[in-house]
C-alpha cells in the first residue's frame, strides 16, 4: 500500500520534530547558485534546509536521507515510512562504497 505523498512528507515532517531535528524552508536557488538541501548542524541543532519550490518527491528524499541516519527504533513508525527510511539508508551506504 503506497501513501499519498503529502502524506509521506508530513510524517517525515513529523518525525524530524519528533527527533528534535528542525526543518528551514527557504530559497535556496538563484540565477548564480542552486543547492538541493540537506541537513547540517548549527549551533548542536541539527537542520534541514529545503527548497520550498523543490517537488514533492525531492523533499520527502531529502527529509528521507537526512532522517534515515537517527535511531528511530524507539518511535512509532508507520510500516511505510520505515520501510523508506531502511531503502535511504541502504542507498547512502551504496554511495558510500
Not at 515532517?13 to 519528533?18: F, M, N, R
Request: aromatic content about 6%; overall charge negative.
Amino acid at each position: 500500500m503506497n501513501m499519498q505523498p503529502i502524506k509521506v512528507l508530513e510524517s517525515l515532517e513529523d518525525l524530524a520534530e519528533k527527533l528534535g531535528v528542525e526543518i528551514v524552508y527557504e530559497k535556496l536557488r538563484d540565477e548564480e547558485i542552486s543547492v538541493r538541501g540537506g541537513m547540517c548542524k548549527v549551533q548542536k541543532v541539527y537542520k534541514i534546509f529545503m527548497d520550498p519550490s523543490e517537488p514533492m518527491e525531492n523533499r520527502i528524499k531529502i527529509l528521507a536521507r537526512a532522517l534515515s541516519s537517527f535511531n528511530t527504533e524507539d518511535i512509532y513508525l508507520l510500516p511505510f515510512i520505515r520501510e523508506i527510511l531502511e531503502i535511504s539508508q541502504r542507498e547512502e551506504k551504496e554511495r558510500e562504497l
